[in-house]
């Protein structure tokens, strides 16, 4: 038997490279948004010995994120998808970030749902933020539900244009997704979680960085373990989510933030 198949959408940026880089037990497809970024995960990848191949895709697009699903299938035997891709507050455009954060992720989930096999393991990535977010049902349903055509002017009720807010609300989002699919992966023997990253020095948790270094000071003194996270924190639990030794997990959220979100709620009770 040739090696199963991981699909890393995001598979060309920070978390999706040190993810892939755990799995070299599998054959690597690298989604991301363009060529050039896929075509030098993909060399990168090969140059270290690994079986990889890539394909262009935007997963805002019903029709791009088919024809990915129907390559990885090409592929060989399905082992799973981590789907890391996403964009941050930094964006600042809080329709873009629904849209790929949100509708993205609904998408991909419903396309690889139709190839899940046995074992097969379903890695959605949230945020430490979704946390933050409380329950509510009129914005919970248009979460749940972001492929209808009225769920994004639901949640812009609430979240204004504030773009910080809404990437909050996409990444609560993502883990009502875990939770409304865990009994229909569950009955094709596979599993569906999520990860919260905390703070990860990533290139994308640089630039947030650079625009809120007072955030970022404060969320550090705030991390019980003092220091912001790398992408291999992340990677390293991602490696165990997909691996046979939590092969009783599914349906819940891992939250690796080095403590900070505790710290958080403990603070906002004062």
């Known amino acids: 038997m040739g090696k199963k198949v991981m699909l890393i959408t995001g598979g060309a940026g920070g978390l999706g490279v040190a993810t892939g880089n755990k799995l070299k037990d599998y054959k690597i497809v690298v989604a991301d948004y363009s060529d050039e970024v896929v075509n030098k995960a993909v060399e990168e990848y090969k140059n270290n010995g690994f079986d990889a191949v890539g394909f262009k895709s935007d997963i805002t697009s019903k029709d791009e994120v088919k024809s990915l699903i129907e390559f ?3 592929q060989g035997e399905f082992g ?3 789907h890391t891709a996403g964009v941050s507050e930094t964006v600042h455009d809080v329709d873009k970030i629904f849209n790929i954060n949100l509708k993205g992720t609904a998408l991909i989930v419903d396309a690889v749902y139709e190839i899940a096999e046995k074992d097969s393991s379903i890695v959605l990535f949230s945020s430490m933020m979704g946390h933050t977010i409380p329950p509510n049902d009129k914005y919970d349903e248009a979460l749940r539900n972001s ?4 769920s994004l002017d639901i949640v812009k009720e609430f979240v204004k244009d504030d773009s910080s807010i809404m990437y909050n609300f996409t990444k609560r989002g993502v883990m009502l997704i875990v939770a409304d699919n865990v009994m229909r992966f569950g009955k094709k023997g596979s599993r569906i979680n999520s990860i919260s990253p905390g703070v990860i020095m990533t290139k994308m948790g640089l630039k947030a960085a650079e625009e809120h270094p007072e955030i ?3 969320m550090l003194s705030m991390t019980a373990l003092g220091r912001t996270g790398e992408p291999d924190d992340i990677a390293d ?10 092969r009783f997990m599914t349906g819940t959220d891992i939250l690796v933030d080095g403590g900070l979100i505790p710290s958080i709620k403990k603070q906002a009770k004062k």
Do not use: R, Y
């Open 72 to 74: 990885t299938k090409k």
């Open 147 to 150: 492929l209808a055509s009225n």
């Open 80 to 82: 799973g998808l981590v």
């Open 216 to 218: 970022i000071n404060q």
């Open 237 to 246: 639990v991602v490696k165990f989510m997909v691996s046979k030794e939590s």
